[in-house]
C-alpha cells in the first residue's frame, strides 16, 4: 500500500550511502544524560568488546552525547573507529529488546538465548496474564472447596499449566515461524528443552505463588510439584509419535480421568492417591521415566511433527 | 538462459514417495536439479509443497532418496550440513507479528547458529538491503504489506547465504507490480545458486527458470528446459471462430478468436505455441492417463 511506495522510495537511504555511516548522520541533539563513559568502556567499545547489556548503554550514551562521541574518535585509530561506528550502527537499527528479553540479558543470558525464548509464545505477556488468572482463580476455588488436609481441586489443576505451558511453546499450534525452526540447523531439541524450562520456570513459579495463598496446608500444598514434572515430561516424550496436540491433550485427560476414577472409589477423608507419598514417588519414578525417553528420542525433534497439517499457518498474522 | 541440461547436478532425487493416509501425495519422484533457477509447476494439490519440504528436510520421504550438496540428509550429521546451506521459505511463512523486520530475520539467524552478536546484525543488514527493506527494518512485523512481508520471508531465508535455496510459491498473492519486483530479487538470489520454486504461473517459469519440471497427481511428468516444454505444444495450438469441439481445451483470445491446443484438425491455422500450451498439454496428458 501506501507504505511501500514510500518505503521503496528514495528517502532516507541516500544520506547513509554517502558515508556508509549512517549512525553519525542520524546522531541527533538529544541531551546525554549526566554520566559519560568511562576510558576504559569507551576502548573497549572501539575494539568491539563491549558486550551487553553494557554495550546497549553505551550505544545509547553515544546516540545522543556528542562529547562521547569525540573522545571515542580521538582515541581510535581511523580503521578500528570504522569499525565501531559500523557496530554503532547496526546496534541503532537493532530494536530495542523487549522488558523479557532485556531482563534475561541483565540476568546473565545470551542475547541470542533470550532472543530465541522471547519468541516464546506462551511467554508473552498475555499468556501470562490469562495463565495467572486461571490460577487465580483454581486457588480461590480450591479454598471454597475446603477439604480438611488438602487442597484438592488446587492441586488436581496445577499440573496441567506447565503441561499446557509446554505444549503451546514449541510446535506448530502456537508457534508461526515452527517450519522455519524445524529446518534450520540449531537441533530442533535444543530449542524444545530451551522453551520447556523457561516455560516451566514460569508455570512452576505461577503456581508456587499460588501456594503460597493457601498457607493453611503447609506442605501439603507443594503435592503438584512431582505430578506437575511427570505430566510435563510425558507429554513432551509422547510428543515425536502423537504430535504436539494429540500428546498433551491425551496427557491431561489422562491425568483428569486419573483423578476422577480415584475421587470416586477411594474410601475415607484422605488426600487423593496422588498426592500422598506413595503417589508421590510414582510420580517422580515416571517423571525420570518419561525424561530418559525423551532424551533417547531427542533426535525426532528434528522433523515437522507427525499432526502438522497442510496450510495451517494462513491466518498467523 | 544458457544453463543447458548437461550441468551437474547439485540436487538428485531417486524415488521419493510420501504418503498421507493410504494416498501417494508423492509417488516415485526422481529429479536432477543444477545450479540456476528451477520452476515446479503444477495444480494445487499436486504435491508441490510436500516435495518441497521432503527436499527442505522438513519431513522425511517414506520411500527413495536424494543428495543435496554432496551431503545425505538420511544422516543426521548429513542433515545438518545440508541444513546449514539451506534456505527455505515456506508457502505461508509465520510471523511473530510483534517483531520488527530486523529483529524477525535476527531471530531467524539465530536459528541458523550465528550467534556473535555483531556478525550477525551486519548479515541481518545484509539480507535486508538485498531483498530492499532496508528502509522499514525498524517497522513492526504487523504493519507490513503482504509483498513487504513475503521480502522479510525472503531475506530470512536468504540469511548465512544459503547454496541452496526452495521457496514455495513466492509469487503468489502478490500484485503484479510486486511480482515483477519478486521476481527481479530471485533472479539475483539464483546467481551462483541452486533455486527450486513452486509456483502456478506459467509466466513466472517462462521470465525466472533455467529449468522446469512438472508435477502433477504426485508424479514427476515433465523435467527439462521451458524451451522444451513449450515445444511439447508444436503443432498442436491452432485458431478457430468458434470454439473447436475437437480440442482438448480451447479459450477466447483478446482478439475474439479461439485458441485451441490438442490435435488439430486438417489445415488448421496453427499458432506459435507458448509455455502455458506446453503446460497445459502436459497436464491434459496426465489426465487423460489418469481416466484409462
Ligand atoms: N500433512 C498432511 N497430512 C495429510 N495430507 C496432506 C498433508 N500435507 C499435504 N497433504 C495432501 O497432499 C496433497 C498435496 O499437497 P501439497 O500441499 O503438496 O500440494 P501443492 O501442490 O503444494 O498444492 P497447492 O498448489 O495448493 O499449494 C493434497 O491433497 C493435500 O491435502
Ligand atoms: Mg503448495
Known amino acids: 500500500m501506501n507504505d511501500d511506495t514510500h518505503a521503496h522510495g528514495d528517502t532516507g537511504r541516500g544520506a547513509r550511502d554517502d558515508t556508509g555511516r549512517g549512525a553519525r548522520d542520524r546522531i541527533g541533539p538529544r541531551g546525554a544524560g549526566a554520566w559519560h563513559l568511562g576510558e576504559g568502556d569507551l576502548r573497549a567499545y572501539e575494539r568491539g568488546e563491549l558486550t551487553p547489556p553494557l554495550l546497549w548503554s553505551a550505544d545509547a550514551h553515544l546516540a545522543g552525547c556528542a562529547e562521547c562521541r569525540s573522545r571515542l574518535a580521538a582515541l581510535a585509530d581511523p580503521v578500528a573507529l570504522d569499525a565501531a561506528w559500523e557496530r554503532l550502527d547496526a546496534e541503532l537499527d537493532a530494536p530495542r529488546p523487549g522488558l523479557l528479553e532485556g531482563l534475561l540479558v541483565r540476568l546473565g543470558m545470551a542475547d541470542h538465548t533470550a532472543r530465541l525464548l522471547a519468541a516464546t509464545p506462551v511467554l508473552r505477556r498475555s499468556w501470562l496474564l490469562a495463565v495467572t488468572a486461571v490460577l487465580v482463580m483454581s486457588a480461590a476455588a480450591a479454598d471454597t472447596l475446603r477439604t480438611p488436609d488438602s487442597p484438592t481441586l488446587f492441586l488436581a489443576l496445577a499440573p496441567l499449566l506447565p503441561l499446557a505451558g509446554v505444549a503451546l511453546a514449541y510446535g506448530p499450534a502456537l508457534d508461526p515461524t515452527y517450519e522455519m525452526a524445524v529446518v534450520a540447523p540449531m537441533h530442533g531439541f535444543r530449542l524444545v528443552l530451551l522453551r520447556t524450562v523457561a516455560v516451566l520456570a514460569v508455570g512452576l513459579g505461577v503456581n508456587g505463588l499460588a501456594t503460597l495463598a493457601l498457607p493453611g496446608y503447609g506442605l501439603a500444598a507443594l503435592a503438584w510439584l512431582l505430578p506437575a514434572l511427570a505430566l510435563t515430561a510425558t507429554g513432551l516424550a509422547l510428543m515425536p509419535r502423537l504430535g504436539p496436540v494429540l500428546a498433551p491433550a491425551l496427557t491431561g485427560g489422562g491425568w483428569v480421568v486419573f483423578l476422577m476414577v480415584t475421587v470416586t472409589t477411594r474410601h475415607g477423608d484422605g488426600p487423593l492417591p496422588p498426592f500422598t507419598a506413595a503417589g508421590q514417588g510414582t510420580a517422580a519414578a515416571v517423571a525420570a521415566l518419561a525424561t530418559g525417553l525423551l532424551f533417547l528420542l531427542r533426535n525426532r525433534f528434528d522433523s515437522v511433527a507427525p499432526a502438522f497439517t497442510h496450510h495451517s499457518h494462513g491466518s498467523t498474522l | ?292
Open chain 2, 1 to 292: 538462459m544458457t544453463v543447458t541440461s548437461t550441468g551437474t547436478a547439485t540436487v538428485s532425487a531417486s524415488g521419493l514417495t510420501l504418503r498421507y493416509g493410504g494416498t501417494a501425495v508423492l509417488d516415485d519422484v526422481s529429479l536432477r536439479l543444477q545450479e540456476g533457477i528451477t520452476g515446479l509447476l503444477g495444480p494445487n494439490g499436486a504435491g508441490k509443497t510436500t516435495l518441497l519440504r521432503v527436499l527442505a528436510t522438513a519431513v522425511p520421504a517414506d520411500r527413495g532418496a536424494f543428495t543435496a550438496l554432496g551431503h545425505d540428509p538420511g544422516t543426521a550429521a548429513g542433515r545438518l550440513t545440508l541444513r546449514r546451506a539451506l534456505g527455505y521459505l515456506p508457502q505461508n511463512p509465520g510471523f511473530h507479528p510483534d517483531f520488527t523486520a530486523f529483529a524477525f530475520v535476527d531471530y531467524v539467524a539465530i536459528l541458523k547458529e550465528l550467534t556473535d552478536r555483531a556478525a550477525r546484525h551486519r548479515e541481518v543488514r545484509r539480507v535486508l538491503e538485498e531483498v530492499d527493506l532496508a528502509d522499514v527494518r525498524g517497522k513492526r512485523i504487523k504493519r507490513l504489506s503482504g509483498g513487504m512481508r513475503q521480502r522479510v520471508a525472503l531475506a530470512a531465508a536468504l540469511v548465512g547465504d544459503p547454496r541452496l535455496l526452495v521457496l514455495d510459491e513466492p509469487t503468489a498473492g502478490l500484485d503484479p507490480e510486486q511480482r515483477m519486483r519478486f521476481r527481479d530479487l530471485v533472479t539475483r538470489a539464483g546467481q551462483g545458486r541452486t533455486v527450486l520454486l513452486s509456483t502456478h504461473q506459467t509466466e513466472d517459469v517462462a521470465m525466472l527458470c533455467h529449468r522446469v519440471i512438472v508435477l502433477a497427481r504426485g508424479r514427476v511428468r515433465f523435467e527439462g528446459t521451458p524451451a522444451e516444454l513449450t515445444a511439447r505444444a508444436a503443432g498442436r495450438v491452432w485458431s478457430s471462430p468458434e470454439r473447436d469441439p475437437g480440442a482438448r481445451a480451447g479459450w477466447r483470445t483478446a482478439t475474439g478468436a479461439f485458441r485451441n491446443v490438442g490435435d488439430p484438425p486438417e489445415g488448421a491455422d496453427l499458432l506459435e505455441p507458448t509455455l502455458e500450451d506446453g503446460y497445459l498439454l502436459t497436464l491434459d496428458d496426465t489426465g487423460t492417463e489418469a481416466a484409462r
